[in-house]
């Protein structure tokens, strides 16, 4: 099994800036993909940045040019970097793994907690 331990949410002021981080912990597994998502009440969970393993990454067009994914394969740690934030960032973060046990062939989805950030207007 895969857990994932999140960190770096808060309250910030708008035009602040959080770094998330989000460390995949274990045994004998491989990392596929990891991502960002976020939810607010009432709403349905939308992906905020995604990255593969070979550092390719995806952002939804709402927050391109502030937030930038990173991996650091050796830590199996994903962070996410928050720049100029805006109250409707506020929501709760959510970090997503798809690995696979290193010597097999299934990838499997594990999430984090979630992590409150609120941005203040």
């Known amino acids: 099994q895969v857990q994932l331990a999140e960190s770096g949410g808060g309250l910030v002021q708008a035009g602040g800036s959080l770094r998330l981080s989000c460390a995949a912990s274990g045994s004998m597994f491989s990392i596929n993909e990891m991502d960002w998502y976020r939810q607010t009440p009432g709403n349905q969970r939308e992906l905020v940045a995604s990255i593969t393993s070979g550092g390719n990454t995806n952002y939804a067009d709402s927050v391109k040019g502030r937030f930038t994914i990173s991996i650091d394969n050796a830590k199996k740690t994903v962070y996410l970097q928050m720049n100029s934030l805006k109250p409707d960032d506020t929501a709760v973060y959510y970090c997503?793994?798809?690995?696979?046990?290193?010597?097999?062939?299934?990838?499997?989805?594990?999430w984090g907690q979630g992590t409150q950030v609120t941005v203040s207007s």
């Open positions: 997503y793994c798809n690995a696979r046990y290193m010597y097999g062939s299934t990838y499997r989805n594990y």
